[in-house]
């Protein structure tokens, strides 16, 4: 069994910060990238960030600049570091893992069960 937890989503004005958590816990043999995703009311779930075991980050355009991920290994754990917040930015956010189960064969998409972000104009 394998379990992603996000913590961090909250109501903050705009302008403000907010750091999201995501831990990956149970037989995981080896992750190989994490990141985030979001789904705003009504639209489709878009990726914001992405970081790999090998240290390369991506973001979407739209929070280039604002948001910064970054990947605790030892712990299994990402982090996104949201800062300038804008109301565009209101959306639930997602966790996401491409990993390896104890004795299984291949990689795996698992995500977490989502927190939700509020920004408030």
């Known amino acids: 069994q394998v379990q992603l937890v996000e913590s961090g989503g909250d109501l903050v004005q705009a302008g403000g910060t907010l750091r999201l958590s995501c831990a990956a816990s149970?037989?995981?043999?080896?992750?190989?990238?994490m990141g985030w995703y979001r789904q705003a009311p009504g639209k489709q779930r878009d990726l914001v960030a992405h970081?790999?075991?090998?240290?390369?980050?991506g973001y979407a355009d739209s929070v280039k600049g604002r948001f910064t991920i970054s990947r605790d290994n030892a712990k299994n754990t990402v982090y996104l570091q949201m800062n300038s917040l804008k109301p565009e930015d209101t959306a639930v956010y997602y966790c996401?893992?491409?990993?390896?189960?104890?004795?299984?064969?291949?990689?795996?998409?698992?995500w977490g069960q989502g927190t939700q972000v509020t920004v408030s104009s």
């Open positions: 970081a790999t075991n090998g240290g390369s980050t």
């Open positions: 149970g037989s995981i043999d080896s992750i190989n990238v």
């Open positions: 996401y893992a491409v990993l390896r189960r104890v004795g299984g064969l291949g990689f795996g998409n698992y």
